[in-house]
């Protein structure tokens, strides 16, 4: 008897993603033609986030870099950017990543933003084409949320996606060059801290002090042009970002964590935080077993990329950019080794996260975040210990037996 076709066929995969990319590109569109002096109706500047980079290159352009941390002298330059502009932005950020942006300013803003959104999405499309092929697989890339959420949001996510992508993708045969790649991830520590884990868990020594030696040079170059002000306002304002955290003036909504979603429910900070953390322990597990036992790159990337979403309480919904690395690194897997039950769902669901995190006024908020991450992690951990069966039962290996760079 024939069996019966899994309903996510080419066919569907062929139509649906260029929908969704018109509807993406239709809403940007109309973002940008019913704004009024670069403002949208909300009065919040077209770009978002991204008027707090321009205004950060401004302030040290013209000599002011440690003024940055000052909410007030902050939003006078980001008014520069667009006179218009009702919404003041925070700066968060390390010398590290002021160091990067610290040329935007050279330009116009309208400029800058597009220098910088373009070149950090060609970047991150450059990295996914190693890892997936084929007219249907670039649709499914381009019609991918995530992407849109963080081009419109204006922020860093191509380019850490871009990093920690091609940390992975060239840790096997150039450990050095992957552990430059991690180093860099120092724009945004809590994006890098799982990457020791998965480093130390397959002994990749070159990689793990190439990463460290570069994330001290870069900061101390950051530190050193803009400034010692600059790093010890950044590291005295880590408190502070911890409170816009736990008290929802970081909306949890766009926070796809279980701390998140606690708070968003009512939950006390510790209690909380005590669930966040024992996923957070769940997530490190099984990264740590994957790196041990299985020797597939693809899910061994995938699991790193995803754990790192279920470990940090402090991840946005712009950052699951990333998340179309272990989307792709999963459906190649299943393309060439055959699916395993339930695996294409998940998929489906990680490819519309982004969307599933947007609220719906009058609806009670769901957890799609921690829930569709964590069975993300779960279909990346199963089929690991599949492969790691497999190879055991081919090679004749223990399945503990674990292989190290060289």
Same mark, same amino acid.
């Given at each position: 008897?024939?069996?019966?076709?899994?309903?996510?066929?080419?066919?569907?995969?062929?139509?649906?993603?260029?929908?969704?990319?018109?509807?993406?590109?239709?809403?940007?569109?109309?973002?940008?033609?019913?704004?009024?002096?670069?403002?949208?109706?909300?009065?919040?500047?077209?770009?978002?986030?991204?008027?707090?980079?321009?205004?950060?290159?401004?302030?040290?352009?013209?000599?002011?870099?440690?003024?940055?941390?000052?909410?007030?002298?902050?939003?006078?330059?980001?008014?520069?950017?667009?006179?218009?502009?009702?919404?003041?932005?925070?700066?968060?950020?390390?010398?590290?990543?002021?160091?990067?942006?610290?040329?935007?300013?050279?330009?116009?803003?309208?400029?800058?933003?597009?220098?910088?959104?373009?070149?950090?999405?060609?970047?991150?499309?450059?990295?996914?084409?190693?890892?997936?092929?084929?007219?249907?697989?670039?649709?499914?890339?381009?019609?991918?949320?995530?992407?849109?959420?963080?081009?419109?949001?204006?922020?860093? $996510? !191509?380019?850490?996606? *871009?990093?920690?992508?091609?940390? /992975?993708?060239?840790?096997?045969?150039?450990?050095? +060059? #992957?552990? &430059?790649?991690?180093?860099?991830?120092?724009?945004?520590?809590?994006?890098?801290?799982?990457?020791?884990?998965?480093?130390?868990?397959?002994?990749?020594?070159?990689?793990?002090?190439?990463?460290?030696?570069? $994330? !001290?040079?870069?900061? *101390?170059?950051?530190?050193?042009? /803009?400034?010692?002000?600059?790093?010890?306002?950044? +590291? #005295?304002? &880590?408190?502070?970002?911890?409170?816009?955290?736990?008290?929802?003036?970081?909306?949890?909504?766009?926070?796809?964590?279980?701390?998140?979603?606690g708070r968003l429910i009512g939950i006390?900070?510790?209690?909380?935080?005590?669930?966040?953390?024992?996923?957070?322990?769940?997530?490190?597990?099984?990264?740590?077993?994957?790196?041990?036992?299985?020797?597939?790159?693809?899910?061994?990337?995938?699991?790193?990329?995803?754990?790192?979403?279920?470990?940090?309480?402090?991840?946005?919904?712009?950052?699951?950019?990333?998340?179309?690395?272990?989307?792709?690194?999963?459906?190649?897997?299943?393309?060439?080794?055959?699916?395993?039950?339930?695996?294409?769902?998940?998929?489906?669901?990680?490819?519309?996260?982004?969307?599933?995190?947007?609220?719906?006024?009058?609806?009670?908020?769901?957890?799609?975040?921690?829930?569709?991450l964590c069975s993300l992690l779960w279909?990346?951990?199963?089929?690991?210990?599949?492969?790691?069966?497999?190879?055991?039962?081919?090679?004749?290996?223990?399945?503990?037996?674990?292989?190290?760079?060289?």
């Amino acid at each position: 008897m024939k069996s019966r076709e899994h309903w996510l066929n080419s066919k569907r995969l062929s139509f649906y993603p260029p929908i969704f990319l018109i509807f993406f590109f239709l809403i940007g569109l109309g973002s940008w033609l019913m704004s009024k002096n670069m403002v949208d109706l909300n009065g919040i500047a077209l770009g978002g986030d991204f008027i707090a980079f321009w205004a950060a290159s401004y302030l040290a352009l013209t000599g002011h870099a440690q003024d940055v941390f000052n909410t007030s002298v902050l939003f006078k330059a980001q008014q520069i950017a667009v006179p218009a502009s009702q919404q003041g932005y925070l700066w968060l950020y390390p010398p590290t990543f002021f160091l990067m942006i610290l040329p935007l300013a050279l330009l116009p803003y309208k400029a800058a933003y597009w220098a910088f959104m373009l070149s950090t999405l060609g970047a991150c499309l450059l990295v996914l084409q190693r890892i997936v092929h084929g007219k249907t697989a670039m649709w499914c890339i381009a019609a991918f949320s995530g992407l849109w959420v963080n081009l419109l949001c204006g922020q860093n $996510a !191509f380019l850490t996606a *871009t990093l920690a992508g091609a940390a /992975l993708l060239s840790l096997e045969r150039r450990p050095v +060059l #992957s552990g &430059l790649f991690i180093g860099l991830l120092a724009i945004k520590p809590h994006l890098a801290v799982l990457f020791p884990v998965a480093l130390i868990a397959i002994g990749a020594w070159r990689a793990l002090i190439t990463a460290a030696v570069t $994330a !001290f040079t870069f900061t *101390t170059i950051g530190t050193i042009t /803009l400034g010692t002000t600059v790093l010890w306002r950044f +590291l #005295s304002n &880590l408190g502070y970002a911890r409170f816009l955290l736990e008290n929802g003036l970081i909306h949890w909504s766009n926070i796809p964590t279980l701390f998140a979603f606690g708070r968003l429910i009512g939950i006390p900070v510790p209690w909380a935080y005590v669930l966040h953390f024992v996923i957070a322990l769940g997530a490190v597990t099984v990264l740590w077993y994957v790196w041990r036992h299985c020797q597939d790159w693809k899910l061994r990337s995938a699991a790193l990329m995803t754990a790192t979403f279920l470990v940090s309480p402090y991840v946005v919904t712009y950052d699951l950019v990333w998340i179309a690395f272990p989307i792709a690194w999963l459906a190649s897997s299943g393309q060439d080794k055959g699916w395993l039950p339930g695996e294409r769902e998940v998929l489906v669901a990680a490819w519309l996260l982004p969307l599933l995190m947007i609220p719906i006024p009058g609806v009670p908020p769901v957890p799609f975040g921690p829930l569709v991450l964590c069975s993300l992690l779960w279909i990346t951990f199963r089929r690991s210990a599949t492969s790691s069966m497999t190879e055991a039962a081919t090679t004749g290996a223990h399945p503990d037996q674990n292989k190290t760079l060289p």
